[in-house]
C-alpha cells in the first residue's frame, strides 16, 4: 500500500533518508515488531487475507477459537494437532528485518526488541535485548513437575505431549486467548519505551492489545512506523513507510558496526553466541516461576 508523498519521485528514498538520519541521531531505540516481521520468514500471520485466522484449520473448529485457553483445556489433542501444523514453523529462518536489528543491538543503539511473535526468530539471529509478548514455541514445560522441553520433543511427540518425567502434560509457553500475558514483560517493555529516545513499530498494524498502546508511551514525533498496510498512528507518526520490513530496515541500518566496534577496542562481537545460552536459562528459570503464578492465576 502507497502514501499520497509514495506516489512521487524520490517519495522513498527520502524517507529511507530521514530513517538513517534519526537512527544516527538516535542512541536508545526500541523495536516493536508483529507478524509481519515473521512474515518474511515465510511464517503466515493471523489477520491478514492469507493469515491463519482465515484458513481451514482442518478440524471442525475456528483457528481464532483453537488457540485459546478453554478450548486447550477441553479439547488438548485438537489444540496441539491444529499447533504442530499451524503455528510451528521450524524450519523457518531470520530475515532482513531481524539481522539489521541485531546489527543495531551491537551497534549499542537498540536496548529493546519487543515481540509479539512466538517463533524465537529474533533470538535465532543475535537479539539479546528480546521481550517476547506472547511468549515463544521453543520454550516447552511440564504442567506438573515444571520440566523445560525443546519444541523438537511437542513437534515429535503425537497427540498430547507428555512429560517424560512425571507422565503430565507438555505445553507451549505460549499466550493463548483468556490467558493473562506475563506482567513483568509488560513492565519491561513500557520502562523501555519510556527510556527510548526513538521507537520503530514494523510489521503490526497496531490492532492487539497491549501492543497497540505502548506507542502512546512516547511522543509522536519520535515513533517511526514501518508496515504494508496502514495503522491508526500513520497520521501522527514522524514517519509512515508503506513498505517490506525486511527492506527498508536493511537498508536503513549501517551494516559496518562489527568493524566499528573492534576499532573502538570494545568486545561487543565477541559476546555473540555464550551469553545467549546464559540468558536463555535464566530467562527460562524466571519464566518458570512466573509460570506457576501465571497458571494458578487461572484456575
Ligand atoms: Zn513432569
Not at 502434560?169 to 529516545?197: C, F, G, N, W
Amino acid at each position: 500500500m502507497e502514501t499520497r508523498l509514495d506516489r512521487y519521485d524520490g517519495a522513498r528514498e527520502k524517507k529511507i533518508a530521514l530513517l538513517k538520519r534519526l537512527i544516527s541521531e538516535s542512541e536508545k531505540i526500541v523495536f516493536l515488531g508483529g507478524a509481519g516481521v515473521s512474515t518474511e520468514s515465510g511464517i503466515p500471520d493471523f489477520r491478514s487475507g492469507q493469515g491463519i485466522f482465515n484458513q481451514d484449520s482442518g478440524l471442525e473448529y475456528r483457528p481464532v477459537d483453537i488457540i485459546s485457553h478453554s478450548f486447550f483445556t477441553k479439547h488438548p489433542e485438537e489444540f496441539f494437532d491444529f499447533y504442530r501444523r499451524k503455528l510451528c514453523y521450524p524450519n523457518a529462518k531470520p530475515n532482513k528485518a531481524h539481522k539489521a536489528l541485531v546489527r543495531l543491538e551491537r551497534q549499542g543503539k537498540l536496548f529493546a526488541v519487543i515481540t509479539q511473535n512466538v517463533d524465537n526468530l529474533h533470538q535465532m539471529a543475535g537479539s539479546k535485548k528480546t521481550i517476547e509478548l506472547h511468549g515463544s514455541v521453543s520454550r516447552n514445560y511440564c504442567t506438573s513437575c515444571r520440566k523445560n522441553f525443546p519444541l523438537a520433543y511437542v513437534l515429535e511427540s503425537t497427540g498430547i505431549p507428555k512429560c517424560d518425567d512425571c507422565g503430565a502434560m507438555v505445553r507451549p509457553d505460549i499466550v493463548l486467548y483468556e490467558e493473562h500475558l506475563d506482567h513483568t514483560d509488560i513492565d519491561r517493555a513500557v520502562a523501555s519505551i519510556e527510556k527510548a529516545d526513538l521507537m520503530i513499530i514494523g510489521g503490526t498494524s497496531l490492532t492487539v492489545y497491549p501492543a497497540a498502546t505502548f506507542a502512546q508511551f512516547l511522543p509522536h514525533d519520535r515513533v517511526v512506523i514501518i508496515n504494508k498496510s496502514s495503522t491508526y498512528l500513520d497520521l501522527q507518526a514522524m514517519l509512515t513507510i508503506h513498505d517490506s520490513i525486511g527492506d527498508v530496515l536493511d537498508e536503513a541500518i549501517p551494516k559496518r558496526a562489527r568493524k566499528a566496534k573492534i576499532q573502538e577496542g570494545k568486545s561487543s562481537v565477541s559476546q555473540e553466541g555464550p551469553g545467549y545460552s546464559d540468558r536463555t536459562a535464566s530467562k527460562r528459570k524466571s519464566k518458570q516461576d512466573k509460570q506457576s503464578d501465571k497458571t494458578e492465576g487461572n484456575h
